[in-house]
Structures are given as C-alpha cells and as structure tokens.
C-alpha cells in the first residue's frame, strides 16, 4: 500500500476552480492507477475520475466529465484533479485512492485512500 495525502480543498463561488493534489509516499507509486472519489453529507462516497499507471489512460464520471482533469507526475508521485466549473453540487469531502488493479480502483475497493480534503463551493 501507500500513503496518501490530499491537499488543495477549500471554499470557492460557483463557477470558480481549484485544483485537489495527493502525494503518495511508501511503495513506487507507478505501479499504482490512482484516482479521486466525493463524499456529499448524507450520501454515498462516489468515484470522480480516475488515471492509468503511466497516465495515458483518464476515465471520469459523466457529472464532471468535460469540467474535471485528472492527472499525474510519477516523478514527484503526486496525483492531481483540475476542477473547473464548480457548481454547489460538487461539495464534498475529495477522497484519493490508489491502487495497482484498476477494477478494484474504479470500483471503489482500493488498497490505499486519503483522509480527504473538503471542498466546498458557494452559490
């Protein structure tokens, strides 16, 4: 497993962007797909997107499709979510998750998650 820590949450207007990282310490994270989930109050922790080992592959959820990027640097193991576009519906506890079976990532069965970092965007 590794160890992730999200960082980049905080308060923004509709329409305004922030940009999530997760640093990964512990094992080569490039062996790792990685990926991002949301938790709202009251629901259910949701996959976001998601990105390959090398980074050439990106898979998104149709509610951010198109106003979310999701990307990587393997030589500084750090994982990042370019949010733009946000709207009150994306308020929520940012989840990174990592691990190295992309079915189990996607899933939301991954060997390694983050604490979380909250993002919370007013109308």
């Known amino acids: 497993q590794v160890q992730l820590i999200e960082s980049g949450g905080g308060l923004v207007q509709a329409g305004g962007s922030l940009r999530l990282s997760c640093a990964a310490s512990g094992r080569a994270f490039g062996i790792y797909a990685a990926g991002w989930f949301r938790q709202a109050p009251g629901k259910e922790r949701d996959f976001v997107a998601a990105?390959?080992?090398?980074?050439?592959?990106?898979y998104y959820a149709d509610s951010v499709k198109g106003r979310f990027t999701i990307s990587r640097d393997n030589a500084k193991n750090t994982v990042y979510l370019q949010m733009n576009s946000l709207g009150p519906e994306d308020t929520a506890v940012y989840y990174c998750?990592?691990?190295?079976?992309?079915?189990?990532?996607?899933?939301?069965?991954?060997?390694?998650w983050g604490q979380g970092t909250q993002v919370t965007v007013s109308s």
């Open positions: 990105i390959s080992l090398t980074g050439t592959g990106t």
């Open positions: 998750a990592a691990d190295p079976k992309w079915t189990l990532l996607v899933g939301g069965k991954s060997g390694s």
